[in-house]
């Protein structure tokens, strides 16, 4: 008895489910990135997007203005995606290519791939869709877990045809 008693005085209200201001999971690599990525990768980033991008210039208006990076291979890490409270579309992890230009509307076929999104299994859209809601009252997500393979990646216009070659 003297034992249950000290173990419940030492956890000390530390037992308590954890929320996260935003979205939160984990970022897992299926495989590593290719070394004819490695010199060319900028970043990975986590973004979210209110409503689903009708437009390449729509991609630049995601959530929240600094996106969550997270490294670019190795054991499985836990991102933060600190958003406002709201319904969230289009949840993604997106490769960022070096470049000397800026990130636009222009180039962002060139330098921006999806590579995994977050797809509510009740959702049989092309893009993959899903709606993720950030709840009121310091609640966050669900948790969103991604598998990134480098090998799987999307042009943008991928979501906006038509590709050019």
Known sequence: ???????????????????????????????????????????????????????????????????????TGGPPRRYVLQV????????????????????????ADSLLREIGFYRDGRDTTAQGTGRVHVGTGGGGAAAIDFVIDFTRMHRICHYFPPCPP
């Not at 990525?37 to 991609?59: E, G, K, N, W, Y």
């Not at 406002?84 to 180039?107: C, D, I």
Request: hydrophobic fraction near 40%; aromatic fraction near 8%.
């Open 1 to 71: 008895m003297a034992i249950c008693a000290a173990v419940a005085l030492a956890c000390n209200e530390g037992l308590h489910p954890t929320t996260c201001p935003g979205i939160c999971g984990t970022v897992t690599y299926q495989g590593s990135l290719p070394d004819s990525l490695r010199d060319s990768t900028a970043a990975v980033l986590i973004v979210a997007f209110s409503t689903f991008p009708q437009t390449p210039a729509d991609l630049l208006r995601f959530q929240p203005p600094v996106p969550a990076f997270v490294d």
């Open 84 to 107: 406002p409270n709201g319904t969230y579309e289009w949840v993604l992890a997106v490769w960022e290519k070096k470049s000397t230009t800026p990130l636009g509307a222009g180039n």
